[in-house]
């Protein structure tokens, strides 16, 4: 793993921070974005609302936050875990949820983590799951446990 830098994050840290406000800023109809470790621990995030909410003096609660959708796409992971090993299923790739007000899908990464994102209603899912897959594909190979730990170190401290 690469030295950390000035910033205090680490090459690869900064990499998936980049390639996750990526998906959110590139992917039409995404809200927010997160990756969970396979102990239900939110790793990284992104909510574009926030910055805008606080600048304007406004408060966002914790419905619909980063932490509230990564309780979800953890529940969920585990949930569809538990069916696929019931009905031999295999692993799970991917999960979406259709609402009426809005969409979450649910990518496996590796060793347990997942991808979750929250989109609006209207969004194009196959765009979406592409570049979920995408992401997976650039994050599965550099998530390892010591860039998990350094994550989650992150994350506690900005909290």
């Not at 990518?107 to 799951?129: E, F, K, Q, W, Y």
Request: aromatic share 4%; net charge negative.
């Amino acid at each position: 793993m690469t030295a950390p830098s000035a910033f205090g994050l680490s090459t690869e840290a900064r990499n998936l921070h980049w390639l996750l406000s990526n998906l959110v800023e590139e992917v039409p109809g995404v809200h927010s974005v997160t990756v969970v470790s396979s102990d239900g621990l939110m790793l990284l995030s992104s909510e574009p609302g926030l910055a805008t909410a606080k600048a304007e003096g406004g408060q966002r609660g914790p419905r619909g936050s980063s932490a509230d959708l990564a309780t979800i796409v953890s529940g969920i992971g585990s949930l569809t875990i538990g069916a696929a090993k019931l009905m031999d299923g295999g692993g799970v790739k991917q999960t979406m949820v259709a609402m009426d007000e809005g969409s979450v899908f649910v990518m496996s990464i590796s060793d347990g983590s997942l991808l979750g994102v929250h989109a609006t209603p209207d969004c194009d899912m196959s765009v979406i799951a592409y570049h979920m897959a995408l992401f997976v594909g650039r994050a599965g190979h550099v998530l390892t446990p010591e860039l998990r730990s350094e994550l989650r170190k992150s994350m506690e401290s900005a909290q």
